[in-house]
């Protein structure tokens, strides 16, 4: 299935949980926020949400701004 | 007397000893960023919030540990939003990066040539994001009517530009300025246009509740250098204008006495 990470498409073999797609992507305990299909998922629902096809993710971090 | 070292700002309810408040922006590296945040004496610091790189610099240093939170009150941005929805989307997405942190600034930009804000999307996201409980510190223009509609919304800082973000071309309308803060039932903050020390001591002298930059700072030649003397410019500012100002006289008044002048 596929699903557009921060606005690429992104392929995957299996379903997986946002906490997968974290490890997956090497950001595993970096300070991030995530938004899926626009709504806020909360760092304590990583590990129960799973992707679906289609589904829409933003990987979001803090940086250098003014 | 007027004791400067007892002076504080106030936002939303928590005192501030600075009135300065820097970005992270436009630093040659993380280590220049945090030298010269440090030197500025800030304690409200500006991030954006932008998506992470995926599989690329998977080690590269993050902001976050250069400012960090339990040191610095991290007041995340939605610049580079030129819509109500991307910017309430930012918000929220900063306020589950920062743990239910929600103290956020809000800018709404209008186009890539000015940046100039666009206060339509500016007061839409206001109305959203004070509703959603968020503490608004809002960059907008210098229309003192607009000012006025934001604080009445129930943002907590008002931050006119003082000239265009990056521009580094100073107080170009003091009078508009003076009118907003003539007006203000909230703190009013310059928020972009300062090029030099004398920029940020002018804003604090028009009394105005405190100073955001960063491209001042950050461009200066010598970052850390330029971020200690904005330190001394704002506390110069904020003296002068509790101290209150003589008044202008079109001529001269000596003053070393004229009796006992010998002849």
Redesign the interface.
């Known amino acids: 299935m596929q699903i557009y990470?921060?606005?690429?498409a992104?392929s995957l073999d299996r379903v997986i949980s946002l906490a997968e797609l974290i490890e997956l992507?090497?950001?595993t305990g970096?300070?991030?926020?995530?938004?899926l299909n626009?709504d806020?998922v909360?760092?304590s629902q990583h590990a129960e949400t799973l992707l679906s096809d289609g589904d829409r993710v933003?990987?979001?971090?803090?940086?250098?701004?003014? | 007397m007027t004791d400067l070292s007892q002076d504080a700002l106030e936002i939303a309810g928590v005192r501030y000893r600075s009135r300065l408040l820097v970005g992270t922006g436009k630093y040659k590296d993380m280590a220049e960023t945090g030298r010269a945040i440090e030197a500025s004496g800030a304690e409200i610091v500006t991030v954006a919030i932008r998506r992470t790189n995926i599989g690329q610099n998977p080690d590269e240093p993050n902001l976050l540990d250069v400012v960090p939170p339990d040191r610095y009150t991290i007041l995340p941005n939605t610049a580079g939003c030129f819509t109500a929805e991307d910017a309430v989307r930012t918000c929220r997405l900063a306020r589950e990066l920062l743990d239910g942190h929600k103290l956020v600034k809000l800018e709404v930009l209008a186009d890539q040539k000015t940046l100039f804000p666009n206060v339509v999307e500016t007061l839409k996201a206001a109305e959203v994001l004070v509703k959603d409980g968020f503490d608004v510190m809002v960059y907008t223009s210098d229309d003192p009517i607009i000012a006025r509609e934001l604080s009445a919304m129930g943002c907590v800082a008002v931050m006119p530009l003082a000239g265009l973000i990056g521009s580094g071309m100073g107080i170009c309308n003091p009078w508009n300025l003076r009118i907003i803060l003539e007006e203000a039932t909230v703190p009013v903050l310059v928020d972009a246009g300062v090029g030099t020390a004398s920029d940020a001591t002018i804003a604090m002298e028009l009394g105005c509740a405190g100073v955001l930059m960063n491209s001042a700072i950050a461009h200066a030649d010598q970052p850390v250098l330029m971020a200690q003397a904005m330190h001394h410019a704002v506390l110069a500012g904020r003296g002068a204008y509790l101290a209150g100002r003589m008044p202008r006289k079109l001529y001269a008044t000596a003053s070393s006495p004229l009796d006992g002048t010998i002849r």
């Not at chain 1, 970096?30 to 938004?35: N, Q, T, Y």
């Not at chain 1, 933003?58 to 003014?66: L, P, R, S, Y």
């Open positions: 990470l921060n606005g690429e992104y992507t090497g950001l970096k300070r991030l926020a995530i938004e626009l806020i909360p760092r933003e990987i979001v971090h803090a940086i250098g701004g003014g």
